[in-house]
């Protein structure tokens, strides 16, 4: 079975340019959540949704950053204008946890490594 | 307040002996899940073990193990016969189970420990 797929896995951009990053989730799974890692900041949640509906956005950096899932299977993670300060792996991250099951854990994609020139 | 606190930012050990790698967590629910996941240089996230609060033994996977003492808070890993393949970042987290309207499915992470295993 195919686990989260995110694209690309490298982005090189410039300041001011837009940016969007694509995530599937695994089939089925309820629950989707972006994530941010950096040296200073370790893994840092931006968003989640559960059945499709943003439950909680307080991670995003600001009005720059947005995020969208059309459907179960698809989610996109933007940034318009990119800086510099944003380089960093974003993970896209499913589970079936969206029902209350403690124990269903998270399934990471390979991450998408963007850099801000 | 952190949910998780990792406070070792690394660790070295010998190969072919254990290592523990410390994490401690703060909620107030009598119904969590705690988990370990193992991120290499390669950067996937790799998940490792499951503890349940309501859990009476401490779990154990192949050569991992999680050192649960709820009465600290706190969620060890112990990583027996190391090997040089276990040299990565470890994180520990937590999900609560009370559902605070925006928390439902939640995993709350740790800052990470980096495992050198040195031949």
């Known amino acids: 079975d195919a686990g989260v797929i995110q694209s690309p896995r490298h982005e090189v951009t410039e300041m001011g340019q837009e940016v969007t990053l694509r995530c599937k989730p695994i089939s089925g799974h309820n629950s989707l959540f972006w994530y941010r890692q950096t040296m200073m900041r370790g893994l840092e949640l931006l968003i989640y949704?559960?059945?499709?509906?943003?439950?909680?956005d307080s991670g995003m950096p600001e009005d720059r950053f947005s995020a969208k899932m059309p459907n179960a299977s698809f989610s996109t993670l933007k940034i318009q204008p990119s800086e510099p300060r944003d380089s960093a792996v974003y993970f896209c991250?499913?589970?079936?946890?969206?029902?209350?099951?403690?124990?269903?854990?998270?399934?990471f994609g390979s991450g998408t490594q963007l850099s801000v020139l | 307040a952190q949910k998780i606190t990792q406070t070792q930012p690394g660790m070295f050990v010998q190969e072919k002996e254990a290592v523990t790698l410390d994490c401690t967590y703060d909620?107030?629910?009598?119904?969590?899940?705690l988990f370990w996941y193992k991120q290499p240089s390669s950067g996937e996230m790799i998940f490792l073990i499951y503890?349940?609060?309501?859990?009476?033994q401490n779990a154990t996977e192949g050569r991992y193990s999680l050192n649960f003492q709820k009465a600290r808070k706190s969620a060890n890993l112990v990583i027996s016969a190391s090997q040089l393949g276990d040299s990565a970042m470890y994180f520990c987290?937590?999900?609560?189970?009370?559902?605070?309207?925006?928390?439902?499915?939640?995993?709350?992470f740790g800052r990470g420990t980096q495992l050198t295993v040195w031949p």
């Open positions: 909620t107030s629910d009598q119904s969590y899940g």
């Open positions: 991250a499913s589970s079936l946890a969206g029902t209350g099951l403690i124990n269903e854990k998270l399934f």
């Open positions: 949704f559960n059945n499709n509906v943003p439950i909680d």
């Open positions: 987290a937590m999900r609560e189970g009370r559902d605070r309207g925006s928390t439902l499915g939640r995993l709350y």
């Open positions: 503890q349940g609060s309501y859990d009476e």
